[in-house]
């Protein structure tokens, strides 16, 4: 209170009163004068130029610091790239730059402009080359893999060839002084020799295996002959009597090996000319390598073999029952199919008389034979009739042959009359058999001979 002089200066009320009316007026002027509002206007733009230039001076300073910091950079890039390419050879340095022309045509538009794009195009273009070096890699592995097979192939054709090269993509220099030295050297040398090989000893020794296969169907032609002979002198009927008869089979793969084996070796069909000589090779080449069997295949062609050079399978095989006067067929039998018991009881025994025939090579008729012509039948006659029996007996009987026949007791009576000994076994015991043998004329002497 001491450093005031006057309640005026303490009377704030006053002071208050005082500072509205001055506020007051202050308006009252503004409003009344046109160029105070000016000036007031002029004031607040050029506050806010003042903001924007300020705004402006600090992105401007901010912009100057990155580039400064950024030529700063881009000249320790180059420094450190001038040190790099000064640390080169020349040699490699050259290298390079023999390099560029390729180099600008393979980026074309993605050719870098500043110094700092260099580091994204040597990446990208390291793995672009990293990419063709992986395809051209993998083609490359293809390659040899393709090229080992066929050395392979090479050295299993030629084995001699196996002592002195190995398959490796290594060799292929040895390969081609082969090729080479067989081009320039050996096939010429040979090519006259070849063709004289395929045509006097291939095909030759074709058309003799040709021939004998001929023999053998012809062979067959005169074993069925017999056998009908032997078939025709046992009536299978009453009034008739049975032909075995052959056709040529259907087979398609019998019927091209034949086609192909006449093809090969009928010289009136020869042409000249190379073309024709490389053609008759292949063919040659293609029924060889069958039988000796082609890799994957070796099982498929044993089987197609044995199909086409067994000639029985040339011909298919029926029976024909024909009348023995007029030589008219009554029935033909390919199979069983839908005849009786006694009919296929017959016509069995019937097939088996001719492959025994046929198998012995029987000829019927004939008053001394050195043939061993036995054959053992287990289980013979059990349940067939007495007829087909008797016709199973005189049939064996016509064609020669030794049987000994197993059967039981109840068929002896049948069998009787077609043998010359018997041989009875028994088991009283259930321990072990015995066995009895008598001629036929003890067994019959022993069955008529009174019971005590």
């Known amino acids: 209170v001491e450093g005031f002089r006057s309640w005026v200066e303490l009377d704030a009320d006053e002071a208050e009163s005082r500072a509205k009316e001055h506020d007051a007026e202050r308006v009252r002027l503004q409003a009344g004068s046109s160029r105070l509002a000016e000036i007031t206007q002029a004031l607040g733009r050029n506050a806010e130029n003042s903001a924007t230039a300020t705004d402006l001076i600090k992105k401007i300073t901010g912009a100057s610091a990155t580039a400064q910091s950024r030529v700063n950079q881009a000249k320790q890039e180059r420094t450190r790239d001038d040190e790099f390419v000064a640390a080169q050879a020349p040699d490699q340095r050259e290298e390079a730059r023999a390099a560029y022309p390729a180099l600008t045509a393979r980026l074309a538009d993605h050719r870098p402009v500043r110094a700092a794009d260099c580091a994204a195009s040597e990446a990208a273009l390291s793995e672009d080359l990293h990419r063709r070096i992986e395809r051209l890699s993998g083609q490359l592995n293809g390659h040899a893999l393709n090229l080992t097979q066929h050395m392979t192939a090479v050295l299993n054709r030629w084995q001699e060839l196996r002592a002195d090269m190995d398959v490796s993509v290594d060799s292929r220099a040895d390969f081609l002084a082969f090729r080479e030295r067989v081009a320039t050297d050996d096939l010429p040398r040979f090519e006259s020799e070849f063709k004289e090989q395929l045509n006097k000893n291939a095909i030759q020794e074709l058309a003799g295996f040709n021939n004998w296969l001929g023999r053998q169907a012809s062979a067959i032609d005169e074993r069925v002959d017999r056998i009908n002979d032997a078939l025709g002198a046992v009536p299978y009927n009453p009034g ?33 000319g190379d073309q024709y000589s490389e053609q008759r090779f292949l063919d040659v080449k293609r029924i060889i390598e069958r039988f000796r069997g082609r890799d994957g295949y070796a099982e498929s062609d044993k089987n197609w073999t044995r199909r086409v050079t067994d000639v029985r399978n040339w011909f298919v095989f029926s029976a024909s029952e024909r009348d023995a006067d007029t030589d008219l067929e009554w029935e033909h039998y390919s199979d069983s199919d839908g005849k009786s018991g006694g009919q296929k009881e017959k ?51 016509t064609l020669g042959l030794q049987l000994l026949i197993v059967t039981p007791l109840q068929k002896v009576h049948v069998i009787e009359p077609y043998v010359k000994s018997i041989g009875i076994v028994d088991n009283p015991t259930g321990t072990y058999s015995r066995l009895q043998t008598m001629t036929i004329e003890e067994y019959r002497d022993r069955r008529d001979r009174p019971r005590r």
């Open 240 to 272: 008739r009597y049975i032909r075995l008869e052959k056709e040529p089979t259907s087979n398609q793969d019998v019927a091209q090996f034949r086609s192909d084996l006449r093809n090969l070796t009928n010289d009136t069909l020869a042409v000249d």
């Open 347 to 397: 016509l069995a025994y019937t097939i088996l008389a001719a492959s025994l025939a046929y198998q012995f090579g029987l000829e019927w008729g004939v008053e001394q034979s050195r043939d061993f012509r036995f054959a053992v039948i287990d289980e013979a006659f059990g349940r067939g009739s007495d007829v087909s029996t008797r016709y199973a007996l005189d049939l064996f009987a």
